[in-house]
């Protein structure tokens, strides 16, 4: 982890969850382990899910794409605004974005696709077919 990401750890206790994951990963595995210990499944949380889960490197993928804000993606929001300087990490996405959302709230597969498509589509780098980002287990 580079020094520049340290200034946005310091919020809550997704600082301390993100330590020791990361101590886990230093100390308890070999080094070609590392890797898959920083994956996460993202999980639907549909009743019946319709695509594979996504594969999501977090670490590696938001060094590479220089994402520094983690309440870019972890955000807060109060009255219907967003929170600047606040972040949400030990919170999954599906707690406030359900698979069956209310009126006017952004449900589950939406708030997952405009989040990351969007960037992709921008950037012209990353997936964008739903294959390439719902692998399939081979
Ligand atoms: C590009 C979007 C994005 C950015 C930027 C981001 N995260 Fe995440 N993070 C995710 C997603 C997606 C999940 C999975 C959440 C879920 O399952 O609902 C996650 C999960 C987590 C988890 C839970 C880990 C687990 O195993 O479930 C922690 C802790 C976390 N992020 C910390 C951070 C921190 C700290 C930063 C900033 C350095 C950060 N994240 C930046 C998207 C992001
Ligand atoms: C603590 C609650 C909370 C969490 C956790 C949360 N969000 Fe949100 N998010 C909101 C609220 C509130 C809005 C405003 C729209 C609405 O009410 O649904 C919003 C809006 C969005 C938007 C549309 C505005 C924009 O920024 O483009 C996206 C995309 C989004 N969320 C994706 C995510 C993803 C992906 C995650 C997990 C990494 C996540 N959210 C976690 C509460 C949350
Ligand atoms: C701000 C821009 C941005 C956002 C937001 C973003 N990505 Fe990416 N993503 C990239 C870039 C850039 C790459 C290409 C990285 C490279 O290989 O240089 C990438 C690559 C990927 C890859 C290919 C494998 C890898 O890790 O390099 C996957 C899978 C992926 N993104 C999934 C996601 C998911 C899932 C989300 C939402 C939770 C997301 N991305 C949000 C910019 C973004
Ligand atoms: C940049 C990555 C990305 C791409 C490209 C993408 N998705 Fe997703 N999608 C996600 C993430 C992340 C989730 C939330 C985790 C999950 O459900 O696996 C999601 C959730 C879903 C869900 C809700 C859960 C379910 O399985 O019922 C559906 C349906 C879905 N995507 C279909 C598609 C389809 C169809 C395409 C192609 C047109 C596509 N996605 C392209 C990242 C992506």
Redesign the pocket.
């Known amino acids: 982890m580079s020094t520049r990401h340290y200034s946005h750890y310091i919020h809550g206790q997704g600082w301390i969850a993100a330590t020791l994951l990361l101590m886990a990963g230093l100390f308890a595995l070999p080094c070609s382990a590392m890797a898959m210990e920083e994956m996460i499944l ?3 949380v ?1 009743k ?7 594969r ?1 490197f977090h670490d590696a993928h938001n060094e590479k794409a220089e994402i520094e804000d983690c309440s870019f993606c972890h955000h807060v929001y109060e009255d219907g605004k967003l929170v600047e300087g606040e972040s949400s990490e030990e919170e999954p996405c599906s707690s406030c974005h359900p698979a069956n959302p209310e009126k006017g709230q952004l449900g ?2 939406r708030a ?2 405009k989040r ?2 969007t960037c ?1 589509d921008k950037e012209g780098k ?5 294959g ?3 692998v399939k287990k081979s």
């Open positions: 993202i999980r639907s549909a019946n899910p319709q695509r594979p889960p996504v999501f589950f597969m997952f696709h990351c498509i992709h990353g997936p964008l077919t739903c390439g980002c719902h």
